[in-house]
Antibody, heavy 119, light 106 residues
Framework: DVQLVESGGGLVQPGRSLRLSCTAS????????MAWVRQAPGKGLEWVAF??????????ESAASLEDRFTISRDDSRGIAYLQMNNLKIDDTGLYYC??????????WGQGTLVTVSS | EIVLTQSPATLSLSPGERVTLSCRAS??????LAWYQQKPGQVPRLLIY???KRATGIPVRFSGSGSGTDFTLTISSLEPEDFAVYYC????????FGPGTKIDIK
């Protein structure tokens, strides 16, 4: 079975950094594009970033509004996708989901890891 | 950034009714449009990708259509478990989600 397990969330002060991890199992990790999607409390979904599969160069893209602070990466040897988040702001608070894509759509989702940015 | 607009924001319907949800993109996304369902406290569930392809295990009452800038999700006959929020998403250029349409029970 496909499993995606996020970790690394927690309470962090504004301006600090955090790195989220998504540990994948049950499929050949390098064959798939991976993404991060977030959801602020009581709000809608927000696309954060994706990284192409290895055969497509593992090239990353982030949302334009976040690309100066958020970076996605992957380690195919360990089956892990990362989201490096720098200079965190209060508005970055939310549940961060790891997603395995099919044709650019989120086919499998983890349960999410909660990030709270507060002083 | 491509902006997605969904209409209506809320629908109040009864089980058995047919419903059509709209998603409009600020510029063409070809067929790179997906639809999701999310219930309170749950992870989003992929319903449709590439505008019209049903995801694995999705009932046939869900169907998608459209291309370019205008897309629809149709539920042919609402079941009690279909009352939820529905989001569209494009991944033609980077990615964006629409604001969602909530279907609640009339």
């Amino acid at each position: 079975d496909v499993q995606l397990v996020e970790s690394g969330g927690g309470l962090v002060q504004p301006g600090r950094s955090l790195r989220l991890s998504c540990t994948a199992s049950g499929f050949t990790f390098g064959d798939y594009s991976m993404a991060w999607v977030r959801q602020a409390p009581g709000k809608g979904l927000e696309w954060v970033a994706f990284i192409r599969s290895t055969i497509y160069g593992a090239t990353p893209e982030s949302a334009a509004s976040l690309e100066d602070r958020f970076t996605i990466s992957r380690d195919d040897s360990r089956g892990i996708a990362y989201l490096q988040m720098n200079n965190l702001k209060i508005d970055d608070t939310g549940l961060y989901y790891c997603v395995r894509e099919v044709e650019g759509a989120g086919e499998y989702w983890g349960q999410g890891t909660l990030v709270t940015v507060s002083s | 950034e491509i902006v997605l607009t969904q209409s209506p924001a809320t629908l109040s319907l009864s089980p058995g009714e047919r419903v059509t949800l709209s998603c409009r993109a600020s510029q063409s996304v070809s067929r790179h449009l997906a639809w999701y369902q999310q219930k309170p406290g749950q992870v989003p569930r992929l319903l449709i990708y590439d505008a019209f392809k049903r995801a694995t295990g999705i009932p046939v009452r869900f169907s998608g259509s459209g291309s370019g800038t205008d897309f629809t999700l149709t539920i042919s006959s609402l079941e009690p478990e279909d009352f939820a929020v529905y989001y569209c998403q494009q991944r033609d250029i980077r990615g964006t989600f629409g604001p969602g349409t909530k279907i609640d029970i009339k």
